[in-house]
């Protein structure tokens, strides 16, 4: 299985968000998508998600365009960069939900509820989602993320507001979705954690696809062990072509 | 799609300001009723709350709603679930908790004080009035960016609708003075939801003899089951449509 963008055209208004993405993503890969803020991440992340609708160009996924279906998303497990949920529902509750709407979407489904254990869920369950801290709610969006065990993750931020105990535990657990064989889509400002849990880079700059390479072949091509020095060179790179 | 709608619902009906809005109908419609010897006055009194404050609240509530639901709409479009379960789950569990909130507030004490068919053409009047700023709402939300933009869209539909419009039809009206004006206003009449239910409930109550030709004419044409049922068909559409423009809208619009 693998997701096929084909140059995918995205603007809004003036600003032309995504231009001419094409890009093929395959099980087993854990892909960063790094870029400066405003550089089109989540967009792209979205457009696969079908909440943002591309202008032109199509999307494959498992070989079939995702235009206008929503089958398909019963594979992918997204956690968002804010989760915000209906405030006075509680967690039980949403949890249920969540089954209750992916129930019979696919046939054999598992739930999974390692993170709701790790982060020790259970004992909040009754409290409505409006009283909880951002924190607290980012952990909700990691449980619902990897709840049914999906075979493609897409996580906008993952560890962003967490605290580092929590952060650690969400890490491990990607890790072992990762040598599961699943395709991990990730983008995350903390490059130490990117260099831990990725084997692909995706470099985008004002809409543009930059470099699509593999960690490793970055790290002979710059000479640079750290993710983060990498990064840091390729916007040098980039900026001193927009001035030259 | 049920299973949605229930927990759609099961969040609103725990807000204050629904149970607040509850609470209010219900004082209003019983001190009606109670002060009121004449169980007549005291619908038509109730009868000019209800056209006022009922789409009020109902447009801008919903449309805070739909605006406070985004980052929950946008959760349930990433899962496996289509863009027209999402809307209609979010719209008729809206529609079903104000539509509560109404029948208990004004429907179950016009019953309880006039059980007559009168008091059952206001709570069907009503209701439908609330169905149909619901729909209107929900136009504005998918057309807009912004709550702000939003709200300023709900607020001028209810202004338009509830005084603006009526302003013009009598300046029209008076205007016009002398030519026959009767069938003109008839259909000026039916094309705003507000004046469908007010005339439905008016000519229920009997004092369209006040109201000289014109008067006659409306009698004669909404005390038929024919004009009746006309009135209720176009309060329909007025329900139906906007709600089937905002999910076209809606179908297409980046969230």
């Keep these: ?244 | 799609m049920k299973k949605t709608i229930k927990y759609v619902v099961y969040d609103i009906i725990r807000n204050r300001f629904v149970i607040g809005y509850t609470l209010l109908l219900l004082l209003l419609s019983v001190s009606f009723f109670w002060f009121e010897a004449d169980p007549n006055k005291g619908l038509l009194s109730l009868l000019n709350i209800i056209l006022m404050v009922i789409p009020l609240v109902s447009v801008i509530f919903s449309t805070i709603h739909f605006y406070n639901s985004y980052e929950f709409i946008e959760l349930l479009s990433a899962q496996p679930m289509s863009r027209r379960t999402i809307y209609f789950s979010q719209f008729l569990g809206l529609c079903f908790s104000l539509g509560m909130a109404f029948l208990i507030g004004v429907g179950l004490p016009t019953l309880i004080f006039d059980g007559s068919m009168r008091g059952l053409t206001l709570v069907l009047g009503g209701l439908l009035i609330t169905l149909t700023l619901v729909a209107i709402a929900f136009l504005a939300s998918v057309i807009t960016k912004d709550k702000a933009k939003a709200i300023g869209v709900a607020l001028a539909v209810w202004f338009y609708l509830c005084i603006l419009y009526d302003g013009m039809v009598l300046m029209v009206l008076v205007n016009m003075a002398d030519y026959p004006m009767e069938k003109a206003s008839l259909v000026f009449s039916a094309l705003n939801p507000m004046d469908l239910a007010r005339i439905l409930v008016l000519m229920q109550l009997d004092v369209s003899a006040l109201m000289g030709i014109t008067g006659a004419v409306f009698q004669n044409f909404f005390s038929s089951t024919w004009g009746v049922f006309i009135s209720f068909v176009l309060l329909l559409l007025w329900v139906i449509t906007p709600v089937f423009f905002g999910y076209r809208i809606f179908s297409k619009k980046d969230l």
């Design chain 1, 1 to 244: 299985m693998m997701i096929k963008f084909e140059n995918i055209n995205k603007s809004f208004g003036k600003s032309e968000v995504l231009q001419n993405i094409s890009l093929n993503l395959e099980m087993g890969q854990s892909v960063a998508i790094l870029g400066p803020n405003g550089s089109g991440k989540t967009t792209l992340i979205k457009s696969l998600l079908g909440m943002v609708i591309p202008d032109s160009g199509q999307i494959l996924f498992d070989g079939k365009n995702i235009k206008n279906e929503f089958a398909y998303r019963s594979e992918i497990g997204y956690m968002p960069q804010i989760g915000n949920y209906p405030p006075n529902l509680k967690i039980a509750q949403l949890i249920d939900m969540m089954k209750d709407i992916r129930k019979g979407k696919k046939e054999g489904i598992i739930i999974d509820e390692e993170i709701i254990e790790l982060f020790k869920l259970k004992k909040m369950y009754q409290k409505p989602l409006g009283t909880l801290s951002g924190g607290t709610k980012q952990k909700v969006s990691a449980a619902l993320a990897f709840l049914f065990d999906p075979k493609v993750l897409i996580l906008d931020e993952p560890t962003a507001g967490l605290d580092p105990l929590a952060s650690e535990l969400l890490k491990s657990k990607i890790l072992e979705e990762k040598r599961k064989g699943k395709l991990i889509i990730i983008t995350s400002h903390i490059m130490a954690d990117l260099e831990e849990l990725s084997t692909h880079v995706v470099y985008m700059q004002e809409g543009k696809l930059k470099i699509f390479k593999e960690l490793e072949d970055l790290r002979l091509e710059y000479g640079e062990e750290r993710l983060g020095k990498i990064i840091a060179l390729l916007m040098k790179n980039n900026f001193s072509k927009i001035i030259a």
